[in-house]
C-alpha cells in the first residue's frame, strides 16, 4: 500500500494533541459488505448500515479493490450522470482514468486525487488504460461522496487534480504514523483539496504498535475506516480490522492504536479518517442523483433523459452508449428512494 510516502518521517512537521482534549468515544462499529460496482470491480460498501444523520455531509463510501487483476480483468464504469454532491476518488495502488463532458478529467495513480463537483449535473466516465488492462496489476483505492447543501446543489461543475506531490505529509507525536491530508485541516496544516462542504480527508498509516492520537474539530463528525491491518479506535481500545468503519462522537481528539502484530499481507495498520460539518437539511437519494427532495431526484432523472446534462463527447461516442443499461447500478447506488 504504497499511495504516498515519506523518505524520512523525522522531519516531517509533528501533530500534538491538547492533553486536556477529550478523546472520542466509540458510538458504533459496522462491517463493510462486500459486493461490485461497475463493470465489475470488486468494492466494500463502507457507510452500509449507518444511519444518514452519522454521515451528514458525507453520502457514500466505496473502498475498491484491494484485488491483482490478471491481463484483461481491469474494469472500470460506463458513461452516467450525477447531480448535487462531489466525488474524491483517491487512488493508493493502480492507475485510473477519469473524463467528464465538461472537459476535466485525467489519470490517477498512487497517492492521486480526483476530485469533481457534480453540481447542477455531469456525465463522467472512470475506466483503467488500456496498458493496464492488457497488463493486469494490483488496483486499490475509494471512491467518497460528499453531499452539497441545497445553495450549491445547483453550482457550475468542476474538477480539481490533486498529485501525489500535493498531500500534506505530517507525522504523530511519536513517528510511528505518517499523516497524509488530502483535504482539510489538521493541527493548523491545510490540505490541498477545495471543498465546497466544510470537511477534512486524511489517510494515515501506524506502524505496529504505534499510537495516533489526532486533534479534531470538536464541531465535525468522526468517522474512521480501517483500509488494512488490525488495531484498535478509542481511548478504550475497541478493537478493528479490515472493512470496519468506526462512528466516533463527543470530543476533540481521536485515538487509534495499530496492534504490535500484523498479518503479513497487511504488514501496518492504514486508516482513512474523514469528518465534516453537517449540513442538516433533507437528503433524497437514489442512484447518481443527491437532492433534498423526492421530486428534485424525479426532476434529475427527467433533466438527463432529455440531455440536460449535457452529452457524451463527440470522440467518445462511437465507443459508448448513451448511457449505462441501468443508470442506478453505479457506485452502489440505491434502486430505491432513500430519503433522510
Known amino acids: 500500500m504504497p499511495a504516498v510516502t515519506a523518505s524520512d518521517i523525522t522531519i516531517l512537521p509533528r501533530v500534538v494533541a491538547d492533553p486536556s482534549a477529550r478523546a472520542r468515544r466509540v458510538k458504533k462499529i459496522t462491517t463493510a459488505p462486500q459486493g461490485y460496482e461497475g463493470e465489475g470491480f470488486p468494492v466494500r460498501r463502507a457507510f452500509a448500515g449507518v444511519p444518514m444523520e452519522e454521515l451528514d455531509p458525507f453520502i457514500h463510501l466505496d473502498q475498491m479493490g484491494e484485488v491483482e487483476y490478471a491481463p484483461g480483468e481491469p474494469k472500470g464504469t460506463p458513461w452516467h450522470p450525477h447531480r448535487g454532491f462531489e466525488t474524491v476518488t483517491y487512488i493508493i495502488d493502480g492507475i485510473f482514468d477519469h473524463k467528464d463532458n465538461h472537459g476535466g478529467g485525467g489519470t490517477i495513480t498512487n497517492g492521486d486525487t480526483q476530485w469533481m463537483t457534480a453540481?447542477?449535473?455531469?456525465?463522467?466516465?472512470?475506466?483503467?488504460?488500456?496498458?493496464?488492462?492488457?497488463?493486469?496489476?494490483?488496483?486499490?483505492?475509494?471512491?467518497?461522496?460528499?453531499?452539497?447543501?441545497a445553495a450549491k446543489k445547483w453550482s457550475k461543475p468542476a474538477y480539481q487534480d490533486l498529485r501525489a506531490s500535493d498531500v500534506v505529509l505530517l507525522s504523530s507525536f511519536d513517528g510511528g504514523a505518517l499523516i497524509r491530508v488530502i483535504a482539510g485541516e489538521v493541527a493548523g496544516h491545510q490540505g490541498p483539496g477545495s471543498t465546497q462542504t466544510p470537511i477534512t480527508l486524511v489517510h494515515a498509516t501506524l506502524q505496529p504498535g504505534a499510537e495516533l492520537r489526532l486533534p479534531w474539530n470538536p464541531d465535525y463528525n468522526a468517522l474512521v475506516y480501517t483500509l488494512a491491518g488490525r488495531g484498535t479506535v478509542g481511548e478504550d481500545r475497541q478493537p478493528v480490522h479490515t472493512g470496519q468503519l468506526s462512528v466516533m462522537v463527543d470530543g476533540g481528539v481521536l485515538v487509534m492504536r495499530a496492534d504490535q502484530t500484523q498479518e503479513s499481507r497487511s504488514p501496518e495498520m492504514d486508516v482513512l479518517i474523514l469528518g465534516g460539518e453537517p449540513i442538516r437539511e433533507s437528503v433524497a437519494w437514489m442512484g447518481p442523483f443527491v437532492m433534498n427532495t423526492k421530486a428534485e431526484v424525479l426532476q434529475a432523472f427527467e433533466d438527463f433523459q432529455k440531455g440536460k446534462l449535457g452529452t457524451i463527447p463527440v470522440e467518445h461516442v462511437a465507443a459508448e452508449p448513451t448511457a449505462p443499461a441501468n443508470i442506478l447500478d453505479v457506485h452502489g447506488a440505491p434502486t430505491d428512494l432513500q430519503e433522510g
Not at 131 to 149: A, E, I, R, T, Y
Open 119 to 149: 453540481g447542477a449535473g455531469i456525465l463522467h466516465i472512470e475506466t483503467p488504460p488500456e496498458h493496464l488492462v492488457m497488463s493486469g496489476g494490483l488496483f486499490h483505492g475509494f471512491q467518497l461522496w460528499v453531499n452539497l447543501p
